[in-house]
């Protein structure tokens, strides 16, 4: 019988954190575009992995489960941030800042806020199947949906994108 | 563009983040986790387990230590630069003329039954993903007041392990700033070295100023996100800049 004892888990998890952290924390870049955000949410999602290691680690693909918990960890965000009560007027903090953050390098607002605006799961597909970089079986079958599904999510995804990102619509008309 | 191209290029995007890194390290995660795990195992035990708290309590380090004195101490503290006094209603009023001494500040603050880690040069607020749970009712309100700014803090209504952060930017100036938010011991903290523009907090306080007001709106429940204060400016309070002019701000849950 096997025992798999606390020190084994522990260095099996930060094996998996070591390898995939970054690629999962730019994944989450493109995707929200805020560098601060994205790295809490990461944070957030590999925290959640190791409170749950021995199903994530049974998990398909893991780093697929750490990239979808913490965009759903996003989409929760958000969504309060929503509810917040607007205000009419609301005066800078102080005249002489500047109110924009000037935070890190953040990745491409416009394609960060195309990807955001998509419906969920045409978001959750453009991810795996192309951000994480999965097959299209991978990626229908850790979404519970149909492969032809998943090339219509895919394929709708890239179309609403080609429309809203201009650099993907000039390269269309550039001679 | 064809889809391939449009996919190729959103690939290019993210292999384009080759300077982006997680600065946290697996160690730092496993730590977080763990301490989830026994706020949830204390808020579960209760009261009923203060001895174990106790024991707990050392696996909280990295917090800012300060220890809440119990809540019917009387505590006075008038100096030239900022004032702490209890009241009979029992709130705490902290009147700010100038800052300094921040770590005195800390400790009279904890006497007088408020947690409060007090960051200088820069301010912080729980992460998007380590927020507060929400309050039942008012925590904090600022006025213009006795020569600074007054801060009336209901310490009661802060949620049980829960701490406010007070930062303060430009202390040495003369129109220092203070932002104020609500975090949870252990939280993830986002701190930057100017006001917040975009609160993040469950709840947020948002002082503007209208018809001569102060006013302050937040959200339903509780307090967090960023409060502001205002510094000394000579001859024009209202002339600072900041949203401390005149009247009365407050979060309210």
């Known amino acids: 019988m096997r025992v798999w004892g606390v020190e084994q888990k522990r260095q099996e998890f930060t094996e998996f954190y070591t390898s995939v952290k970054d690629d999962c924390l730019r994944i989450v870049l493109v995707s929200v575009g805020d560098r601060h955000l994205?790295?809490?949410?990461?944070?957030?999602?590999?925290?959640?992995?190791?409170?749950?290691?021995?199903?994530?680690?049974?998990?398909?693909?893991?780093?697929?489960?750490?990239?979808?918990?913490?965009?759903?960890?996003?989409?929760?965000?958000?969504?309060?941030?929503?509810?917040?009560?607007?205000?009419?007027?609301?005066?800078?903090?102080?005249?002489?800042?500047?109110?924009?953050?000037?935070?890190?390098?953040?990745?491409?607002?416009?394609?960060?806020?195309?990807i955001r605006a998509l419906p969920a799961r045409q978001r959750e597909v453009i991810t795996l199947r192309v951000l994480c970089d999965l097959d299209t079986e991978t990626t229908a079958r850790l979404l519970g949906?149909?492969?032809?599904?998943?090339?219509?999510?895919?394929?709708?995804?890239?179309?609403?994108?080609?429309?809203?990102?201009?650099?993907?619509?000039?390269?269309?008309?550039?001679? | 563009m064809n889809d391939d191209e449009i996919m190729a290029a959103l690939r290019d995007a993210k292999e384009s983040l080759t300077d982006v890194h997680m600065t946290r390290t697996a160690d730092s995660i496993v730590a977080r986790a763990r301490n989830r795990r026994l706020r949830r195992s204390l808020s579960v035990a209760g009261a009923g387990t203060l001895a174990l708290g106790v024991g707990l309590g050392v696996g909280f380090s990295g917090t800012s230590g300060v220890t809440p004195a119990s809540s019917g101490k009387s505590v006075h503290v008038n100096l030239a630069d900022w004032s702490v006094?209890?009241?009979?209603?029992?709130?705490?009023?902290?009147?700010?003329?100038?800052?300094?001494?921040?770590t005195l500040l800390q400790q009279t603050l904890a006497q007088a039954g408020v947690p409060a880690a007090i960051t200088v040069?820069?301010?912080?607020?729980?992460?998007?993903?380590?927020?507060?749970?929400?309050?039942?009712?008012?925590?904090?309100?600022?006025?213009?007041?006795?020569?600074?700014?007054?801060?009336?803090?209901?310490?009661?209504?802060?949620?049980?392990?829960?701490?406010?952060?007070?930062?303060?930017?430009?202390?040495?100036s003369q129109t220092w700033q203070t932002g104020v938010s609500l975090v949870e011991?252990?939280?993830?903290?986002?701190?930057?070295?100017?006001?917040?523009?975009?609160?993040?907090?469950?709840?947020t306080l948002n002082i503007s100023q209208s018809q001569g007001q102060m006013s302050a709106s937040g959200r339903s429940k509780g307090f967090g996100g960023p409060g502001l204060g205002g510094g000394k400016a000579p001859g024009s309070g209202a002339s600072s800049g900041s949203s401390h002019g005149a009247g009365k701000g407050s979060a309210s849950g």
């Open chain 1, 38 to 114: 994205a790295e809490d949410l990461v944070a957030e999602a590999f925290t959640r992995a190791w409170m749950s290691w021995r199903k994530v680690r049974a998990h398909p693909v893991p780093h697929a489960w750490v990239v979808r918990t913490a965009l759903n960890a996003h989409v929760s965000w958000w969504r309060r941030r929503r509810r917040e009560v607007p205000l009419d007027e609301i005066p800078p903090f102080h005249p002489g800042i500047p109110e924009t953050f000037a935070g890190a390098p953040a990745a491409d607002d416009s394609l960060a806020a195309a």
């Open chain 2, 85 to 102: 006094n209890t009241t009979s209603a029992g709130t705490v009023q902290l009147t700010v003329r100038d800052f300094s001494d921040p």
């Open chain 2, 185 to 203: 011991d252990g939280a993830a903290l986002v701190c930057q070295n100017q006001p917040f523009s975009t609160p993040v907090g469950p709840v």
């Open chain 2, 121 to 172: 040069g820069k301010v912080c607020e729980a992460s998007a993903s380590d927020q507060p749970p929400a309050g039942s009712g008012p925590i904090i309100t600022a006025s213009k007041g006795g020569g600074g700014v007054t801060f009336t803090i209901n310490a009661a209504q802060m949620p049980a392990g829960t701490e406010l952060s007070i930062g303060v930017l430009n202390p040495s």
């Open chain 1, 145 to 175: 949906i149909a492969p032809g599904t998943v090339g219509v999510h895919l394929h709708r995804a890239l179309a609403t994108l080609r429309t809203r990102i201009p650099s993907f619509t000039d390269r269309e008309v550039t001679p």
